[in-house]
């Protein structure tokens, strides 16, 4: 893999949770890093959740090595919210595959 590879801008965020006015926990999401990825589309599919069709899209980022990465993260790329499900190293700590879902509920 080349750097030049890393060719789309993606943000990375992390969750806070805080306590709202009346009491509830609440989920505040901010941005930890914005960093180049390489971007590629895996599977996909749809299933009902709740009542509401939910297209699903498994989608893998690529990006420089960042040990503070985890999978109660979110990447957002171009606009679109992806939840982490899994963080693999690859070579050597030099990049991480960040493998997330897309959900689309209609």
Same mark, same amino acid.
């Given at each position: 893999?080349?750097?030049?590879?890393?060719?789309?801008?993606?943000?990375?965020?992390?969750?806070?949770?805080?306590?709202?006015?009346?009491?509830?926990?609440?989920? $505040?999401?901010?941005?930890?890093?914005?960093?180049?990825?390489?971007?590629?589309? !895996?599977?996909?599919? =749809? @299933? /009902?959740?709740?009542?509401?069709?939910?297209?699903?899209?498994?989608?893998?980022?690529?990006?420089?090595?960042?040990?503070?990465?985890?999978?109660?993260?979110? $990447?957002?790329?171009?606009?679109?919210?992806?939840?982490?499900?899994?963080?693999? !190293?690859?070579?050597? =700590? @030099? /990049?991480?595959?960040?493998?997330?879902?897309?959900?689309?509920?209609?």
């Amino acid at each position: 893999m080349q750097l030049g590879d890393l060719d789309r801008r993606v943000r990375i965020e992390q969750c806070t949770w805080v306590t709202d006015s009346v009491g509830q926990r609440v989920a $505040v999401w901010s941005t930890l890093a914005t960093v180049w990825a390489k971007v590629s589309y !895996e599977s996909g599919g =749809e @299933r /009902y959740e709740a009542d509401q069709k939910v297209a699903e899209r498994i989608v893998k980022f690529i990006v420089r090595y960042n040990s503070s990465l985890n999978e109660t993260m979110r $990447v957002v790329y171009d606009g679109v919210v992806h939840d982490v499900l899994a963080i693999e !190293e690859v070579d050597r =700590e @030099r /990049y991480q595959v960040l493998r997330s879902i897309r959900k689309d509920r209609s």
